[in-house]
């Protein structure tokens, strides 16, 4: 069944720093995977969508995440991060119409 | 175009006590979900919706939870008695039928004392 796996449940960076948040899908190369981004509070907000279109695909608020099938990957890249993404960022693939999440990676930004 | 609504926000109950959320997905999104999302972990599928059907509730305890979609649009999510364990956001997401992308609503943080 196909699942994802977010390596690392808290990620700190200072602002102005390179995000790199990680995602490794199961074997068998999905349609689809996604990134969703959750502030406080509030509910899950897409932040791209990966269709095999193209294996690098931009998102919202700079963030941008490359399909490599040869290392099972989907990590979510930003160059310079800024207060506002600290936030929890979920990986997720969608399996037989539900969608399966990763457990998630809270993103801390320092000042 | 309006989003995915959910009330209450936040809810408060003592164990055994009953709950219930409401669901109203956005417009013309036949398929509507409600998962269960633990703080620290991602959100877990409790049931799926197409239309007023159920497509999958393997995950829903039913002996104590139960949905419904009675007119395909929006939905209530019930718990009775409420447990310790149940203390959670409660997130209800709607999906057109030809896309795979899922919108979430904002959920509703239940504690259970």
């Known amino acids: 069944a196909q699942s994802v796996t977010q390596l690392g449940s808290h990620v700190s960076v200072s602002e102005g720093a390179l995000v790199l948040l990680r995602c490794n899908y199961s074997?068998?190369?999905?349609?689809?995977l996604f990134w969703y981004v959750q502030y406080p509070n509030q509910g899950l907000q897409l932040l791209l969508k990966?269709?095999?279109?193209?294996?690098l695909v931009k998102g919202i608020n700079g963030f941008e995440a490359e399909f490599k099938k040869s290392e099972t990957s989907f990590h979510l890249t930003k160059p310079s991060a800024h207060m506002s993404d600290a936030a929890e960022y979920f990986c997720?693939?969608?399996?037989?119409?539900?969608?399966?999440f990763g457990a998630g990676t809270r993103l801390t930004v320092k000042p | 175009e309006a989003g995915v609504a959910q009330s209450p926000r936040y809810k408060i109950i003592e164990k055994r006590q009953s709950v219930a959320f409401w669901c109203n997905p956005i417009?013309?999104?036949?398929?509507l979900y409600w998962y269960q999302q633990i703080l620290g972990q991602g959100p877990k599928l409790l049931i799926q919706?197409?239309?007023?059907?159920?497509?999958?509730d393997s995950q829903l305890p039913k002996d104590r939870f139960s949905a419904e979609r009675l007119k395909g649009v929006d939905s209530t999510l019930k718990i009775q008695p409420a447990k310790l364990e149940d203390s959670a956001v409660y997130l209800c997401?709607?999906?057109?039928?030809?896309?795979?992308?899922?919108?979430f609503g904002p959920g509703t943080r239940l504690t259970v004392l």
């Open positions: 997401a709607s999906r057109m039928g030809t896309s795979d992308t899922q919108y």
């Open positions: 074997s068998s190369v999905p349609p689809y």
């Open positions: 990966y269709t095999s279109a193209a294996t």
């Open positions: 997720a693939v969608p399996r037989w119409g539900d969608m399966r």
């Open positions: 417009s013309g999104h036949a398929t």
């Open positions: 919706f197409q239309n007023n059907g159920v497509v999958d």
